[in-house]
């Protein structure tokens, strides 16, 4: 039987996901969010990862964007790439993967197969999203159908390093599928493909991906807090042990997105839950998470110095998102040093040319200026490298400039 493919969640991972099997599939990209559905349709891609043409291009391929739960009951491989989230608690909310299964779970047919691709910790497709689709459906799994997992290793904003051109890892829940599994991939990953023995095993390569970058991130984030006491410059630092061959380069700075901030409080959940203490990795979500608290102290500091009056000051937050040169907002911690800012009774202005004004309103409650006139602000904080930035000539005759990603050269404090 020819497949059809069904993409659940059509956000950074699903639509790029979706149009890459478009081409050779039919394929139906489904999502709950209606305005979503509605701009896909009109060849609009709101997180920038596909152009007018891309989307256009999958719809010529018979691709179909929809909410209706109709629309996907005759595909037989359903592919859910939703988020996993924290809460407030840094536990992880695996409400969107239960949602979906449960959605699936109504669709579900004999010998379908169900891949999810969002980061959890090992044994939650098997564990928890698993009982849904039997219990949904009222299918035996590993019977009358079939799981995999493929850990998504998209990265937003990247045009080099496009899903195609990722290596991928897979799996399945027997051997015959995780071939099946693996061969559906093949076909469209151009980098080949990592058959993993057991989906348990795929779901923790993943996830120590992200959390070994926020390991070794903590590390260069704490070696910038010490040579700033020792008034080193710490890129000057970098640059110089960057020389070895074997040093992994990584430069200080904030921390967020639905990546790296977030994946290693999956393992260390599960691995607190069977009474192991994970304290680097902890530790490292510590000082990453600090970093915020850091940057603002550093430009309150740098303000007495210069005689500047702090409390009404006015402070210049450029960038929102969190990371440069991207539209995606989600996890910034960008917010944290607005936050921070205002404790010490600063007024904040944030601006940022790529995110979008509306999502912000409605995920941090702040309004973005888009103008502004240097000379009004107190401190300027360049929080994101965004291309834009790195032309900006402002003035520190009377301001304080703390440039988080070193890309002004008159700058009086960074990282």
Request: one cysteine or more; a negative charge.
């Amino acid at each position: 039987m020819k497949n059809k493919i069904c993409v659940v969640g059509l956000g950074y991972v699903g639509l790029p996901l979706a149009h890459a099997f478009s081409g050779k599939y039919k394929v139906v990209g489904f999502d709950i969010n209606q305005k979503r559905i509605e701009e896909l349709n009109s060849g609009f891609d709101r997180t920038e990862e596909l152009t007018k043409h891309q989307v256009d291009e999958a719809t010529k391929n018979g691709m179909k964007f929809s909410l209706d739960i109709e629309d996907i009951r005759d595909c037989n491989i359903y592919i859910v790439t939703v988020p996993t989230p924290i809460d407030k608690n840094n536990k992880p909310d695996l409400t969107p993967l239960i949602k979906s299964s449960q959605t699936v779970g109504k669709v579900l047919k004999k010998d379908d197969i169900v891949i999810y691709e969002s980061t959890v910790y090992p044994g939650v497709t098997e564990d928890v999203c698993v009982p849904e689709l039997e219990k949904i459906s009222g299918l035996k799994f590993n019977k009358d159908f079939f799981c995999g997992y493929s850990p998504e290793r998209i990265n937003p904003g990247d045009k080099e390093h496009t899903v195609t051109k990722i290596l991928k890892v897979t799996a399945g829940s027997t051997p015959q599928i995780a071939t099946t599994v693996d061969e559906l991939y093949k076909s469209i990953i151009t980098a080949g493909t990592h058959k993993a023995s057991s989906i348990k095993v795929a779901e923790a390569s993943k996830v120590i991906e992200n959390t070994q970058r926020d390991v070794n991130i903590a590390l260069i984030n704490e070696l910038a807090l010490i040579f700033n006491t020792m008034n080193i410059n710490t890129n000057e630092v970098i640059e110089a042990a960057a020389t070895k061959w074997n040093f992994i380069k990584l430069m200080p700075g904030l921390v967020g997105g639905h990546c790296i901030g977030v994946d290693p409080y999956y393992l260390t959940y599960r691995a607190e839950e069977l009474g192991y203490k994970p304290n680097l990795i902890l530790g490292a979500r510590q000082i990453n998470n600090g970093m915020a608290k850091y940057i603002a102290e550093r430009t309150i500091k740098l303000m007495i110095k210069k005689g500047l009056q702090i409390k009404d000051s006015k402070v210049l937050v450029l960038g929102m998102t969190f990371k440069e040169n991207c539209p995606d907002v989600r996890n910034t911690k960008v917010v944290d040093i607005i936050a921070e800012m205002q404790e010490y009774g600063c007024v904040v202005d944030v601006s940022d040319y790529w995110a979008d004004k509306d999502e912000v309103k409605h995920e941090y409650g702040l309004d973005l200026v888009e103008s502004y006139n240097f000379d009004d602000y107190q401190a300027v904080i360049v929080a994101v490298g965004h291309e834009e930035y790195k032309s900006l000539e402002i003035s520190n005759d009377n301001k304080v400039i703390f440039d988080i990603k070193s890309i002004l050269p008159n700058a009086d404090g960074r990282l």
